[in-house]
């Protein structure tokens, strides 16, 4: 069974930083691409980034390109998305997606990062 | 503003079909058969329910169905029931940066 698990979110500043991680299972990881994908409170989905199986390819929406950066380590089957200089529109729930090429199949439950002073 | 437009609610009773829609442009949905559409429960993750405009992942039941014509692409949910009543959003593969774009999401309301 694919499961994805998600930590890392909490209570932050503006201006802050947080590292969420992504535990994956049930399928090899180093074969497959990943997203992260959040939901602010209330609100709808919004892809926020993407790395290769290998980690050589990434993409990054223009709403957090030069403040975030998304990892992975093959060897430990998890995902990293390391978040700097957050701002208040980054508060939402951050969930660790599974590309499967044309869709994105499984996602774990979600970690919710909320930056307020 | 959602890349992808969807209606914000649509509403049937049990047994009944709806659809819902999701209207992009010639650089997501109109040019690439890469539709997906979610369904997401109050509290959960979203679970993917139809890939590549009309695949049913394993384990979908198949009053679920998908469709496009031109930049539109269609979600199809026949003999409604109460367990449907959730939140729906269409993605799309994109040539623009954003890599993946979604839809608004549309709150399907069983009567």
């Known amino acids: 069974e694919v499961q994805l698990v998600e930590s890392g979110g909490g209570l932050v500043q503006p201006g802050g930083s947080l590292r969420l991680s992504c535990a994956a299972s049930?399928?090899?990881?180093?074969?497959?691409?990943m997203n992260w994908v959040r939901q602010a409170p209330g609100k709808g989905l919004e892809w926020v980034s993407y790395?290769?199986?290998?980690?050589?390819?990434?993409y990054y929406a223009d709403s957090v390109k030069g403040r975030f950066t998304i990892s992975r380590d093959n060897a430990k089957n998890s995902l990293y998305l390391q978040m700097n200089s957050l701002r208040a529109e980054d508060t939402a729930v951050y969930y660790c997606?599974?590309?499967?090429?044309?869709?994105?199949?499984?996602w774990g439950q979600g970690t919710l990062v909320t930056v307020s002073s | 503003q959602s890349a992808l437009t969807q209606p914000a609610s649509v509403s049937g009773s049990p047994g009944q079909s709806i659809t819902i829609s999701c209207t992009g442009t010639?650089?997501?949905?109109?040019?690439?058969?890469?539709v997906s559409w979610y369904q997401q429960h109050p509290g959960k993750a979203p679970k993917l329910m139809i890939y590549?405009?009309?695949k049913r992942p394993s384990g979908v039941s198949n009053r679920f169905s998908g469709s496009k014509s031109g930049n539109t692409a269609s979600l199809t949910i026949s003999g409604l029931q109460a367990e449907d009543e959730a939140d729906y959003y269409c993605?799309?593969?994109?040539?623009?940066?954003?890599?993946?774009?979604f839809g608004g999401g549309t709150k399907l309301t069983v009567l």
């Open positions: 997606a599974r590309d499967r090429v044309t869709t994105v199949d499984y």
């Open positions: 049930g399928f090899t990881f180093s074969s497959y691409e």
């Open positions: 790395i290769s199986s290998s980690g050589s390819t990434i």
């Open positions: 010639s650089s997501d949905v109109g040019g690439y058969n890469y």
């Open positions: 590549d405009v009309n």
């Open positions: 993605s799309s593969y994109t040539s623009s940066s954003t890599f993946r774009v």
